[in-house]
């Protein structure tokens, strides 16, 4: 149990496009999704936090408008990286807290973005 | 502010050594405290937690922690290394509040040697 599926697990795009990136909880519901960025051979630094049917909190120096993050149901969260750049190329993994559980989190296998 | 530090960010054993991964946080408040294992190019897997209660906390794949308020460390150890261990570790905190988010240490890439 406790599944978090990414999707995709990789993806390239151009400098200037969009990418949606895709977080969904399996087998539970989800009332709090987070949404990291790892840099290589760094730690996961965490963007932000999205409860479901709510604006997502932000953290301080990461761009809201440009990283969109939507949370419309129990088991679904989305992270848009709009006009990409290859500075934003990273691991982005999302994670998600089991409704009820206060503590700790699933994580998803991650997304590999390279813009080129 | 509240971090976390792990001390060593590569560390190689022998197989079937000791391993030890160093993680003190630092706060007043005794805080959450997690290690994840990092396989590459995917998630995180959790490996153990410490929330209350013994301070001697036994996890997967064999590993265990032991919660030192006095040291403010949770250090992660297994008796004997496996091949199979190889991979990044983090110590997480959280100190609760209303999303109990993670904070995590800059990892430790473990090397087990044959």
């Known amino acids: 149990g406790a599944v978090v599926s990414q999707h995709p697990s990789w993806v390239i795009c151009k400098s200037g496009t969009s990418v949606k990136i895709e977080c969904r909880s399996l087998?539970?519901?989800?009332?709090?999704m987070f949404w990291y960025r790892q840099f290589p051979k760094q730690s996961l630094m965490l963007m932000a936090t999205s409860n479901e049917g709510s604006k997502a909190t932000y953290e301080q120096g990461v761009e809201k408008d440009k990283f969109l993050i939507n949370h419309a149901s129990l088991t679904l969260s989305t992270l848009t990286v709009t006009s990409a750049h290859p500075e934003d190329s990273s691991f982005y993994i999302c994670?998600?807290?089991?409704?009820?559980?206060?503590?700790?989190?699933?994580f998803g296998q991650g997304t590999r973005l390279t813009v080129v | 502010a509240q971090s976390v530090t792990q001390l060593g960010s590569h560390v190689s054993v022998s197989e079937g050594a000791l391993v030890l991964l160093r993680c003190n946080y630092s706060s007043s408040v005794p805080p959450y405290l997690f290690w994840y294992v990092q396989y590459p190019n995917q998630g995180l897997q959790l490996l153990l937690k410490y929330t209350t209660g013994a301070t001697l906390v036994k996890g997967i794949n064999g590993f265990e922690a032991e919660f030192k308020k006095s040291e403010t460390s949770f250090h992660l150890t297994k008796p004997s290394a496996h091949m199979s261990d190889a991979a990044e570790y983090f110590c997480?905190?959280?100190?609760?509040?209303?999303?109990?988010?993670?904070?995590f240490g800059t990892g430790t890439l473990l090397a087990v040697q044959p």
């Open positions: 087998d539970f519901q989800a009332t709090t």
């Open positions: 994670s998600a807290r089991p409704e009820g559980i206060p503590l700790g989190a699933f």
């Open positions: 997480a905190v959280s100190y609760g509040g209303a999303t109990n988010k993670l904070i």
